[in-house]
């Protein structure tokens, strides 16, 4: 099936930001959900910012007030701004867009946060 395509990770000092970018498979302008995944080994994908069209969004705790999704419709593309970075903010960053017709995945791109 065609992927997502992220970019965008790399490495960051705690504190800093890092802006990630996904290159939606599908029109974003048709989906139901569009969203970032975190995923560290060990332990299970876990969303970190959530969209749906209609401006509604979604963040965990853990990263509220610190990641901001959003996208361009132009473009076909889904970021996540990520703001005052701390080492547990490492893992590989999924970017995922859905609706009825199925679940769109990309690769995934690595972040580690690290001083």
């Known amino acids: 099936q065609v992927q997502n395509v992220e970019s965008g990770g790399g490495l960051v000092k705690p504190g800093g930001s890092l802006r990630l970018s996904c290159l939606a498979s599908?029109?974003?302008?048709?989906?139901?959900?569009m969203a970032w995944y975190r995923q560290v080994p060990g332990k299970e994908r876990e969303v970190v910012a959530q969209?749906?069209?209609?401006?509604?969004?979604y963040y965990p705790s853990s990263v509220n007030g610190r990641f901001t999704i959003f996208k361009d419709n132009a473009k076909n593309m889904v970021y996540l701004a990520m703001d005052n970075l701390k080492l547990d903010d490492t893992g590989d960053y999924y970017c995922?867009?859905?609706?009825?017709?199925?679940?769109?995945w990309g690769q995934g791109t690595q972040v580690t946060v690290s001083s």
């Open positions: 599908r029109s974003i302008l048709s989906v139901d959900v």
């Open positions: 995922f867009v859905g609706d009825s017709s199925g679940n769109y």
């Open positions: 969209l749906t069209p209609d401006g509604t969004t």
